[in-house]
Nanobody, 118 residues
Framework: QLQASGGGLVQTGGSLTLSCAASGRIFSFSAVGWNRQAPGKQRELVAAVTSGGATNYGDSVKSRFTVSRDNAKNTVYLQMNSLKPEDTAVYYC??????????????WGQGTLVTVSS
């Protein structure tokens, strides 16, 4: 239901764009975004964007990464610039869907590996 793509190997200082396509049923009324997990570390928030367009970023990626969504394509993007070796991780897209009268629905994609070489 969430399909991430775009990971790969990039040099320090380079750029990469991740994409995550969701089903329309999930994308609607959802905040969507990205988390990442590096080896031996906990999963952390990278960036998220609400259905209204408000964005939130992890401190380590502010001013370097940009999250955006295309509601017509049910897709969320993560533009990553000025990449650093510490950005190396598996990146997971996720969606948190507001459901009236019920707990939010939380959905995860399969993850895509980003490796930044020094």
């Amino acid at each position: 239901q969430l399909q991430a793509s775009g990971g790969g190997l990039v040099q320090t200082g380079g750029s990469l764009t991740l994409s995550c396509a969701a089903s329309g049923r999930i994308f609607s009324f959802s905040a969507v975004g990205w988390n990442r997990q590096a080896p031996g570390k906990q999963r952390e928030l990278v960036a998220a964007v609400t259905s209204g367009g408000a964005t939130n970023y992890g401190d380590s990626v502010k001013s370097r990464f940009t999250v955006s969504r295309d509601n017509a394509k049910n897709t969320v993007y993560l533009q990553m610039n000025s990449l650093k070796p510490e950005d190396t991780a598996v990146y997971y897209c996720n969606a948190v869907q507001i459901r009236l009268g019920r707990p939010p629905g939380v959905y995860w994609g399969q993850g895509t590996l980003v490796t930044v070489s020094s």
